[in-house]
């Protein structure tokens, strides 16, 4: 048994499918269902007794502490956070809750629950911190990519808020002796994204005919990772990684933001082009830039490859193609989740 944290959303919902699809080991998933859970996401598995939901917040921890008692995981998967850097400038606190508060409640009730484990379960328990790349602020054209020993940097309430998150879970192996582990991942993509993010937003916006909104110039470069591959790198960590160690996943793809919006359009023409023949990229518009908003992140994944064996299975063209498909064949699970608060951000933030 293991114990999923914001299992609900983007990365999570994929990791708990992509586990399930390779084993039968079973998963306790608690998630709050704010804006950006969506249970939807998890559809395909209703009645299989292998995945357990709860509806639930990281910080109550009556809750997880009853939780943890009940089903005695091996294992505790931290993917529970607010992850938009747009909402965590109009409104830091949730983010402060969350990532701050929330994890060192979660950390307080997992090693409550680890400190009372019998000596062979206490040994082999881990506790995984999911985290971001953006925890090391930004990167000129031509520095270096983030490695694990990169300072600290962070320029936003939200990568911040991270970067407080990952220092709480250092200090708890520290201190106490929890069994950690740590990842600071990249831009991830791919299925059930919510579409207030770069890909799943321009996807959507080109078939409703709406704008394509592109701040600033457009040149702000991310390394883009697959959100599959990326939840392979979790598993592998989890099975092989040192304890107390941090281990950045990276794609070994750093791309402008202007060039995807260019790729997502040219094969939204192939694959769904417009019956008038216009192309996609006639609806770009440029909007005002975001405050501080990081020019570059590049993450440099050879250590996870070099000791865990660790690499991306997808090129960014395969699977940007994937996720565009994916699309283009769930519009009903884009239909719902697009709620009238969505609706309400996206005419705040992406004003031309």
């Known amino acids: 048994m293991i114990f999923v944290t914001g299992g609900a959303g983007f990365i ?42 709860v509806k639930g917040d990281i910080g109550d921890t009556t809750l997880i502490s009853k939780l943890l008692e009940k089903h005695q995981p091996r294992a505790v998967l931290n993917f529970a956070a607010e992850s938009h850097v747009d909402r965590s400038i109009h409104g830091p606190e949730a983010f402060v809750q969350t990532n701050v508060v929330g994890t060192f409640h979660l950390l307080e009730s997992v090693r409550t629950y680890w ?141 402008a933001n202007l060039d995807i919006v260019h790729t997502v359009c040219a094969l939204l023409d192939e694959l769904r082009p417009q019956q008038d023949g216009n192309k996609y990229c006639k609806q770009i518009a440029f909007v005002a830039d975001r405050p501080g908003h990081d020019q570059r992140y590049a993450i440099d994944a050879q250590k996870i490859e070099r000791e865990l064996g660790w690499k991306p299975a997808e090129t960014f063209e395969t699977g940007i193609r994937k996720t565009v498909q994916w699309y283009l064949d769930n519009q009903e699970w884009v239909t719902n989740v697009q709620s009238g608060a969505y609706r309400e951000w996206v005419e705040k933030n992406y004003t031309v």
């Open 12 to 53: 999570g919902a994929n990791f708990v499918m992509d586990w399930l699809r390779q084993n039968d080991e079973h998963i306790v998933n608690i998630d709050a269902l704010t804006y950006a859970g969506n249970l939807e996401s998890l559809s395909s598995l209703q009645g299989d007794t292998r995945h357990i939901f």
């Open 115 to 255: 400190d009372k484990l019998k000596e062979g379960s206490k040994t082999n328990f881990r506790f995984l911190h999911v985290s971001t790349d953006e925890v090391y602020g930004s990167l000129t054209k031509d520095e270096p990519a983030f490695s694990e020993t990169h300072r600290y940097e962070p320029n936003s309430p939200y990568s911040a808020s991270k970067a407080a998150s990952d220092h709480l879970v250092r200090s708890y192996h520290h201190t106490y002796g929890l069994p950690v582990l740590t990842t600071n991942c990249s831009n991830n993509y791919g299925p059930y994204h919510f579409p207030e993010k770069l890909i799943p937003l321009v996807i959507v916006n080109a078939l409703a005919g709406k704008i394509l909104p592109i701040y600033g110039d457009g040149q702000q470069i991310r390394d883009w990772l697959f959100v599959t591959d990326h939840c392979s790198a979790i598993r592998r960590v989890l099975e092989a990684g040192t304890l107390g160690e941090t281990y950045n996943v990276g794609g070994w793809n750093e791309k």
